[in-house]
């Protein structure tokens, strides 16, 4: 297995996480959540990250009570626009996944880094306009970022820095969520 490593003060080999930014338009729902799902459940082997291409400012209150109900903080998080990562000083990242909905026409950021890009649409539960259709639709895309999340933080180190990695990492964004109480 080989990982990339930081040498830290006393010249002890740290290994460096794998850094993930996800990636819609308005960075108010459905990056939000998936930052904070591989935040909690990926450890120290991850880092999550968020942005979008026309951030909404602020992160949708229903996004954040779907997070609190799991038991998620929610502290923190914001909406921001992808220019903070391009910037000199901005983490390396090693893979962006886009989680527009392109079955619903939304147009999804293109990201012109050196990272890995894959695509795991998700409808935008946040321009619902009925309350309760609307909770039910985010914890519908509750449900299925954390089975895509659950299926990242599975891959062994040595499967995130292989060459079949985009492969695996694409297909696992066309898998279904597991329903749920079963």
Same mark, same amino acid.
């Given at each position: ?10 010249? #002890? ?37 968020? #942005? ?86 985010? #914890? ?37 969520? #597991?329903?749920?109480?079963?």
């Amino acid at each position: 297995m080989t990982a990339r490593c930081r040498l830290g003060k006393r010249r #002890a080999m740290t290994p460096v996480p794998y850094t993930v930014l996800f990636l819609c338009t308005g960075n108010s729902a459905r990056s939000i959540l998936s930052e904070a799902l591989l935040t909690d459940l990926g450890g120290s082997r991850f880092r999550a990250l968020s #942005a979008g291409s026309q951030p909404s400012a602020t992160t949708h209150p229903d996004g954040l009570a779907e997070l609190r109900a799991h038991g998620h903080a929610t502290r923190g998080y914001s909406s921001k626009s992808w220019d903070v990562f391009t910037e000199a000083d901005a983490p390396q990242i090693d893979l962006v996944v886009t989680v527009c909905d392109s079955a619903a026409a939304e147009s999804c950021p293109v990201y012109h880094g050196a990272a890995l890009r894959v695509h795991w649409p998700a409808p935008d539960p946040a321009h619902i306009a009925d309350e309760n259709t609307r909770r039910q639709a985010f #914890a519908d895309v509750y449900a299925l970022c954390r089975s895509r999340i659950e299926a990242l933080i599975a891959l062994s180190d040595s499967e995130l820095r292989d060459s079949q990695t985009l492969q695996m990492l694409q297909a696992i964004g066309h898998e279904k969520a #597991a329903p749920k109480g079963g």
